[in-house]
């Protein structure tokens, strides 16, 4: 039986092409006399352990294993030594290593390599084995050079490498570590404004999907294979992974399900989520009726069904409800559906309560008032578009029927035939309810303050921020303190945490997502977005 490195989904390292692994990443060990950096970072060896030691090698090369298990393939890694001299060694996720030139990748002064004394190791074919079977070490490619990072590299009988520092010392054999910090690198497209170009880390995503922040810091996203990882913000640490359905499309969100705050994820046949304060993350799954669309605006998912039709989400369960003829399902509470029609009512429906109770009515800003968009807040609080006569009116209410928090007058008539639906086009909002569309208008709840951005279009609402095209064509990021121009080639946050923001961003013809710290810039107001006290 032929025998391969501790993870069998991958060859021997010895038998490795390193034309077949990708030279991006291509973290750089670095030692010094004071410590071990990689890619400039130090690293935290254990007490007592000397930085030019053969131990403190292997254990900073681990510490790359590790922080780069997400890709699921061979990397290589560059290894310098205190002088200078630099060696491109390729590493598998379980630990096992091999040169890949018997020269070195860099002289000491940063010289480039002289190729006419060495040679780049030989293309392997298939199925080879290195000499030296049950233990006896292959000499032909074993001594790289004596006081090299890793001054001898020999081909064990397991398949592994085992390493040594100046030819001296015991063999110590690479080993799996815990979950750590994911690399650092550079983001590949102009950065945000407000935020550094240099990830704190960077891990590979899913293309074209879709990011979570929770409200304990941590960031949900699809990764490579299609599960669901859930990861520290500030540090990329994994903290738990889940399953997500083969080939899905849907999308993460943070939301409340029977009180208690969720990670959800939805699609057109489907509804998962995991409570946030259950330690197991134990999935609960729903399987939606054909037709449906899932809405994460309000307080609870929302699944929006043809033939006026709707449900709340409890337990494992879609509860239906019946919409009242004329009436449009906006909102769920978690243990009914709220409806609206243009008059202003506002039915509370359950479901198995029969016919639907008698409607409250919204308190008009004016007599004859005409509903024109209704669209709930996570937080509880619901916005309202209104028209009477040549005004438009959006008015933000405490809750739905409650007392009124603030008022601003609508420009143009972008929403008089919107209808009062959920249409994401018309109205967008953030998880956490920091901001909400409405037409033009940009509502912040919480402070209550809003801003007019003229012929708003392709925005992105993300923790406390609004990326969207103005009616010039210009790109614009509002927040709460004010609205500034950006440039259109910035890249866009698929979501803010504090100050972090988290870019997705091709490299490579992969798709990686990048936490960028903030630079602790503030937007300045401009005059076309000026501020005003409630909406």
Same mark, same amino acid.
């Given at each position: 039986?032929?025998?391969?490195?501790?993870?069998?989904?991958?060859?021997?390292?010895?038998?490795?092409?390193?034309?077949?692994?990708?030279?991006?990443?291509?973290?750089?060990?670095?030692?010094?006399?004071?410590?071990?950096? *990689?890619?400039?970072?130090?690293?935290?060896?254990?007490?007592?352990?000397?930085?030019?030691?053969?131990?403190?090698?292997?254990?900073?090369?681990?510490?790359?294993?590790?922080?780069?298990?997400?890709?699921?393939?061979?990397?290589?890694?560059?290894?310098?030594?205190?002088?200078?001299?630099?060696?491109?060694?390729?590493? @598998?996720?379980?630990?096992?290593?091999?040169?890949?030139?018997?020269?070195?990748?860099?002289?000491?002064?940063?010289?480039?390599?002289?190729?006419?004394?060495?040679?780049?190791?030989?293309?392997?074919?298939?199925?080879?084995?290195?000499?030296?079977?049950?233990?006896?070490?292959?000499?032909?490619?074993?001594?790289?050079?004596?006081?090299?990072?890793? &001054?001898?590299?020999?081909?064990?009988?397991?398949?592994?490498?085992?390493?040594?520092?100046?030819?001296?010392?015991? *063999?110590?054999?690479?080993?799996?570590? &815990?979950?750590?910090?994911?690399?650092?690198?550079?983001?590949?497209?102009?950065?945000?404004?407000?935020?550094?170009?240099? &990830?704190?880390?960077?891990?590979?995503?899913?293309?074209? @999907?879709?990011?979570?922040?929770?409200?304990?810091?941590?960031?949900?996203?699809?990764?490579?294979?299609?599960?669901?990882?859930?990861?520290?913000?500030?540090?990329?640490?994994?903290?738990?992974?889940?399953?997500?359905? *083969?080939?899905?499309?849907?999308?993460?969100?943070?939301?409340?399900?029977?009180?208690?705050?969720?990670?959800?994820?939805?699609?057109?046949?489907?509804?998962?989520?995991?409570?946030?304060?259950?330690?197991?993350?134990?999935?609960?799954?729903?399987?939606?009726?054909?037709?449906?669309?899932?809405?994460?605006?309000?307080?609870?998912?929302?699944?929006?069904?043809?033939?006026?039709?709707?449900?709340?989400?409890?337990?494992?369960?879609?509860?239906?409800?019946?919409?009242?003829?004329?009436?449009?399902?906006?909102?769920?509470?978690?243990?009914?559906?709220?409806?609206?029609?243009?008059?202003?009512?506002?039915?509370?429906?359950?479901?198995?309560?029969?016919?639907?109770?008698?409607?409250?009515?919204?308190?008009?800003?004016?007599?004859?008032?005409?509903?024109?968009?209704?669209?709930?807040?996570?937080?509880?609080?619901?916005?309202?578009?209104?028209?009477?006569?040549?005004?438009?009116?959006?008015?933000?209410?405490?809750?739905?029927?409650?007392?009124?928090?603030?008022?601003?007058?609508?420009?143009?008539?972008?929403?008089?035939?919107?209808?009062?639906?959920?249409?994401?086009?018309?109205?967008?909002?953030?998880?956490?309810?920091?901001?909400?569309?409405?037409?033009?208008?940009?509502?912040?709840?919480?402070?209550?303050?809003?801003?007019?951005?003229?012929?708003?279009?392709?925005?992105?609402?993300?923790?406390?921020?609004?990326?969207?095209?103005?009616?010039?064509? &210009?790109?614009?990021?509002?927040?709460?303190?004010?609205?500034?121009?950006?440039?259109?080639?910035?890249? *866009?946050?698929?979501?803010?945490?504090?100050?972090?923001?988290?870019?997705?961003?091709?490299?490579?013809?992969?798709?990686?997502?990048?936490?960028?710290?903030?630079?602790?810039?503030?937007?300045?107001?401009?005059?076309?977005?000026?501020?005003?006290?409630?909406?």
């Amino acid at each position: 039986m032929t025998e391969t490195s501790g993870d069998n989904r991958f060859p021997p390292v010895e038998e490795i092409d390193p034309d077949s692994v990708p030279d991006w990443p291509h973290p750089v060990v670095t030692v010094r006399p004071e410590g071990i950096d *990689i890619d400039g970072q130090p690293v935290q060896l254990p007490p007592g352990m000397a930085p030019e030691s053969g131990h403190a090698r292997q254990f900073a090369l681990r510490e790359v294993a590790a922080r780069y298990t997400g890709l699921n393939r061979p990397l290589k890694v560059r290894a310098r030594d205190p002088d200078g001299t630099a060696w491109d060694l390729i590493l @598998t996720p379980d630990g096992s290593v091999a040169p890949v030139s018997d020269e070195p990748a860099e002289y000491p002064g940063g010289k480039a390599p002289r190729r006419r004394g060495g040679r780049r190791r030989a293309r392997p074919q298939p199925g080879a084995r290195a000499a030296g079977q049950g233990g006896v070490p292959d000499k032909r490619r074993g001594l790289v050079a004596v006081g090299a990072f890793f &001054a001898v590299v020999v081909v064990l009988g397991v398949g592994a490498f085992a390493l040594t520092h100046r030819g001296s010392g015991p *063999i110590v054999h690479p080993q799996h570590t &815990a979950a750590s910090t994911p690399p650092a690198a550079n983001l590949p497209v102009p950065p945000p404004p407000g935020f550094q170009s240099r &990830a704190t880390w960077v891990v590979p995503m899913a293309e074209n @999907t879709t990011v979570a922040v929770t409200p304990d810091h941590q960031v949900a996203l699809t990764n490579g294979d299609g599960d669901l990882e859930v990861r520290d913000v500030a540090t990329g640490v994994l903290r738990w992974k889940g399953n997500l359905p *083969i080939n899905s499309s849907g999308e993460l969100h943070v939301t409340t399900v029977d009180g208690h705050g969720a990670l959800a994820f939805g699609e057109t046949s489907k509804l998962l989520y995991w409570r946030l304060d259950d330690p197991n993350h134990t999935q609960h799954s729903i399987d939606l009726p054909e037709g449906a669309q899932t809405s994460f605006a309000g307080p609870s998912p929302l699944v929006v069904l043809p033939d006026q039709t709707a449900a709340y989400v409890t337990g494992d369960q879609a509860k239906l409800v019946d919409v009242p003829v004329g009436a449009t399902a906006v909102s769920s509470t978690g243990s009914s559906v709220l409806a609206v029609n243009a008059k202003g009512k506002l039915w509370t429906l359950k479901s198995g309560s029969g016919a639907p109770p008698p409607p409250a009515q919204l308190r008009l800003p004016s007599r004859g008032a005409q509903l024109l968009r209704a669209t709930p807040v996570s937080t509880g609080m619901f916005l309202v578009a209104w028209k009477y006569g040549s005004t438009r009116m959006v008015i933000l209410y405490q809750s739905p029927g409650g007392p009124e928090r603030g008022r601003k007058a609508l420009l143009g008539g972008s929403l008089d035939n919107a209808g009062t639906g959920t249409d994401a086009d018309v109205n967008l909002a953030s998880d956490d309810g920091s901001v909400v569309t409405m037409g033009d208008m940009v509502v912040f709840p919480n402070v209550p303050r809003a801003y007019t951005v003229s012929g708003l279009n392709s925005a992105t609402a993300v923790n406390g921020h609004l990326y969207g095209g103005d009616q010039t064509g &210009a790109w614009v990021d509002v927040t709460e303190k004010g609205s500034r121009k950006i440039a259109s080639q910035s890249s *866009i946050p698929a979501a803010v945490d504090g100050d972090v923001a988290l870019v997705a961003a091709q490299k490579l013809n992969e798709t990686l997502l990048y936490a960028l710290p903030s630079t602790s810039s503030t937007p300045e107001p401009s005059a076309s977005a000026s501020p005003s006290k409630g909406p």
